[in-house]
Each structure stands twice: as structure tokens, then as C-alpha cells.
């Protein structure tokens, strides 16, 4: 079963320092989103994405943060300057069609900031 | 703010009992879904409900959207130690981004 993945699991990082994410959707899907998860607390959506462009950003996605779908098949999250409460578990998630259809998760990428 | 509260947070029984968890909103929700998440993996998709008062059963699971959209319930027949897990609802807005409840730990004693 196509799933979405993403790399790399764990990303360990000093405090100020950039961090790209990547993933790779489900390959006929059209909507594109990340969300994370700080350890102990709620799944929180930070952003979508669809034809090229932003679609949605939380009060989270400031601009310390942007996406980008450099080809055909990735989604990259790059958080720019990290500060220590970036660590958290961000997901990848993928769809394909109108909003009533399921939304597909990576595995993840745990981020710990130092 | 969007809020989906689930309930309970944690649930610990023995094997063969029956269960069953809520999530609760004040919004309407173009869809629900629940997700079923292992430690260290993503959430996995158990189900999606779309219309109101729909019910949909997976084995021994059935879950079950409220009338108005509101609300979700998931119940659990003969738990099994295999069912032992975390449990995620999330709600879906017309823009397509989900909420998420704070998720039920299910353990199943054998």
C-alpha cells in the first residue's frame, strides 16, 4: 500500500541553526500538510499546501518556517534560526481529494534542538 | 479556537470488556477520522465518517458520528491485548486541516 515517508527520523541540531524536513507524499495525492506533535501534547497543524502554494498556516507557522515541493515528488518543511521549543515530532501528511477523504501520515521526524 | 475534546485519556481494562471513547467539539466537522498511533510511528487511519449519524464498523471496532457533525464515538467490543494502543481523533474543517484531540492509552490486560 503507497504510504508517505519521511526523512530522516531523527534530526539533532544546535539552537540558531537552520533544519530542512523532507517528505514524499503518497504519489497521486494533491494536498500537503505538516503538522507536529510536542512530546505530551496534541497533534497540531501548522500548515497546508496545494497547488504550489500555501493554503493554510496556523498562528505556529511564522516565518521562521516555510514549505516548499521542489520537484514532482518531495515537500520540505525548513524551519530557519531553531530555538529550543521547536523540538517536537513533525508529521507529513497527505490527501488526495476534497476535504471528507482521509489524510495519510509519515512516520515522522523527531527534531531535538540543543 | 477549534477544540475536539476526547475522552478518556486513559483506560485501562481487562480483556473481553467492552469500551468506548468520545470526542466532543462545538464545531461542525466536514469529516472525522480516527487514527490509531504506536509509539515512535505516525497515526495509522482506522476510519473516516462523513455524514451525519453514520456508523461504520472495522471487526470489533464501530465508530459513530454524531447527527450534527459535532461529535464521534468509538466502541470496542471483547477487547482483545492486541487492541492496547493510543487512539486519535481528528476532526476535519472545509479547509482540509484536521484537529486533533489529546488522545486515549488504551491498555488491554490479558
Known amino acids: 500500500e503507497p504510504e508517505v515517508t519521511q526523512t530522516p527520523s531523527h534530526q539533532v541540531t544546535q539552537m540558531g541553526q537552520e533544519v530542512i524536513l523532507r517528505c514524499v507524499p503518497i504519489s497521486n495525492h494533491l494536498y500537503f500538510y505538516w503538522y507536529r506533535q510536542i512530546l505530551g501534547q496534541k497533534v497540531e497543524f501548522l500548515v497546508s499546501f496545494y497547488n504550489n502554494e500555501i493554503s493554510e498556516k496556523s498562528e505556529i507557522f511564522d516565518d521562521q518556517f516555510s514549505v516548499e515541493r521542489p520537484d514532482g515528488s518531495n515537500f520540505t518543511l525548513k524551519i530557519r534560526s531553531t530555538k529550543l521549543e521547536d523540538s517536537a515530532m513533525y508529521f507529513c501528511?497527505?490527501?488526495?481529494?476534497?476535504?471528507?477523504?482521509?489524510?495519510?501520515f509519515g512516520d515522522g521526524t523527531r527534531l531535538s534542538i540543543l | 479556537t477549534q477544540l475536539l475534546e476526547q475522552s478518556p485519556q486513559f483506560l485501562s481494562i481487562q480483556e473481553g470488556e467492552n469500551l468506548t471513547v468520545y470526542c466532543n467539539s462545538s464545531?461542525?466537522?466536514?469529516?472525522l477520522q480516527w487514527y490509531r498511533q504506536e509509539p515512535g510511528e505516525g497515526p495509522v487511519l482506522l476510519v473516516t465518517v462523513v455524514t451525519g449519524g453514520e456508523v461504520k464498523k472495522l471487526k470489533r471496532l464501530t465508530f459513530q458520528f454524531g447527527d450534527a457533525r459535532k461529535d464521534s464515538s468509538l466502541h470496542i467490543t471483547a477487547a482483545q491485548p492486541g487492541d492496547t494502543g493510543l487512539y486519535l481523533c481528528?476532526?476535519?474543517?472545509?479547509?482540509?486541516?484536521?484537529?486533533f484531540g489529546q488522545g486515549t492509552t488504551l491498555q488491554v490486560k490479558p
Open positions: 481528528a476532526g476535519a474543517r472545509n479547509t482540509g486541516k484536521l484537529i
Open positions: 501528511a497527505s490527501r488526495f481529494g476534497s476535504s471528507n477523504q482521509p489524510q495519510h
Open positions: 464545531s461542525v466537522f466536514s469529516s
